[in-house]
């Protein structure tokens, strides 16, 4: 077994939690971990059908959120943690990797993960290349806080970044993420999604500290969050750039659910900000 605390954050996850479990087995890590945020489905009796640790999360609104909550209350006594949601699926390819990868680590403390998109189904050849630095070393560092003050309703880190003190280097082996709860939830988890991406943007834009630690693509998107030309123009590199039409259809749907996507950040700095002027 490898040295390392598989964490799940979930939240009514009954319809995906099954498949990332079994992804994972029974003898390839120490141990795996379910975090949840007061699901009403069957998450909680999945968990327990399967032998994995099941841990209860209640969000104060303020800091820290779910992982960094774990991280700090119960800390993994492996080497290593790696946070997988629900949706993400280890293959037997980024296994093989891994454990290479971890046979060899001396001086390493984390490793970007690199994934496989499924869209209607669909596995996509392009669209947009999905990373997240979600494997390190335990005690090498934890997710970036951002002092929300109640502003989202999300209860975990989202888009922050695991803040690491060490040489970080990526396993290129591919993690399935593939959503089985439909389109519909897509577009609910966007929307809020798109909610919290104003309200850090407009928190970090004048914070020069803040800035800094933002990431290259960060910085490239945040350039472009109060251009209405961000969507059109996701979609132009999306769709062209990037091997989007290899999908055909699906691809193209895709990309334009993506436009959409940023387009309603950009709506929702305009409609904080003009809320904001209405206040003063």
Same mark, same amino acid.
């Not at 971990?33 to 640790?53: N, P």
């Not at 293959?91 to 093989?96: L, N």
């Given at each position: 077994?490898?040295?390392?605390?598989?964490?799940?954050?979930?939240?009514?996850?009954?319809?995906?939690?099954?498949?990332?479990?079994?992804?994972?087995?029974?003898?390839?890590?120490?141990?795996?971990?379910?975090?949840?945020?007061?699901?009403?489905?069957?998450?909680?009796?999945?968990?327990?059908?399967?032998?994995?640790?099941?841990?209860?999360?209640?969000?104060?609104?303020?800091?820290?959120?779910?992982?960094?909550?774990?991280?700090?209350?119960?800390t993994p006594t492996t080497e290593w943690v790696l946070f997988l949601d629900a949706?993400?699926?280890?293959?037997?390819?980024?296994?093989?990797?891994?454990?290479?990868?971890?046979?060899?680590?001396?001086?390493?403390v984390g490793y970007w993960l690199n994934y496989s998109i499924f869209f209607m189904?669909?596995?996509?050849?392009?669209?947009?290349?999905?990373?997240?630095?979600?494997?390190?070393?335990?005690?090498?560092?934890?997710?970036?806080?951002?002092?929300?003050?109640?502003?989202?309703?999300? &209860?975990? /880190?989202?888009?922050?970044?695991?803040?690491? +003190?060490? %040489? !970080?280097?990526?396993?290129?082996?591919?993690?399935?993420? #593939?959503?089985?709860?439909?389109?519909?939830?897509?577009?609910?988890?966007?929307?809020?999604?798109?909610?919290?991406?104003?309200?850090?943007?407009?928190?970090?834009?004048? &914070?020069? /500290?803040?800035?800094?630690?933002?990431?290259? +693509?960060? %910085? !490239?998107?945040?350039?472009?969050?109060?251009?209405?030309? #961000?969507?059109?123009?996701?979609?132009?590199?999306?769709?062209?750039?990037?091997?989007?039409?290899?999908?055909?259809?699906?691809?193209?749907?895709?990309?334009?659910?993506?436009?959409?996507?940023?387009?309603?950040?950009?709506?929702?700095?305009?409609?904080?900000?003009?809320?904001?002027?209405?206040?003063?």
């Open positions: 077994m490898l040295d390392i605390t598989i964490v799940i954050p979930v939240k009514n996850e009954e319809v995906n939690l099954p498949t990332c479990i079994k992804s994972i087995g029974n003898d390839f890590v120490k141990k795996i971990v379910v975090v949840d945020s007061g699901s009403t489905d069957r998450t909680k009796e999945i968990a327990i059908e399967y032998g994995v640790e099941f841990i209860e999360f209640k969000w104060d609104g303020n800091f820290p959120k779910k992982r960094n909550w774990y991280l700090r209350n119960h949706d993400e699926y280890l293959t037997d390819e980024f296994k093989i990797e891994l454990s290479r990868k971890l046979s060899n680590s001396r001086d390493i189904e669909k596995k996509l050849k392009g669209g947009y290349p999905l990373s997240k630095l979600a494997l390190f070393k335990v005690g090498f560092g934890e997710y970036e806080k951002i002092q929300e003050d109640r502003w989202s309703n999300l &209860d975990m /880190e989202i888009h922050e970044h695991p803040i690491l +003190k060490g %040489k !970080i280097e990526t396993i290129k082996s591919k993690i399935n993420h #593939i959503d089985y709860r439909g389109i519909s939830h897509y577009i609910i988890k966007h929307n809020e999604y798109a909610s919290w991406e104003a309200s850090r943007y407009l928190m970090d834009i004048s &914070d020069l /500290e803040k800035r800094s630690r933002w990431t290259f +693509k960060q %910085k !490239i998107k945040y350039k472009m969050l109060e251009s209405l030309l #961000i969507g059109p123009l996701y979609f132009i590199v999306s769709f062209f750039f990037m091997g989007g039409f290899k999908d055909g259809k699906i691809g193209f749907a895709f990309a334009i659910f993506k436009m959409s996507y940023f387009t309603q950040i950009y709506c929702k700095i305009k409609e904080q900000r003009l809320e904001v002027e209405s206040a003063s």
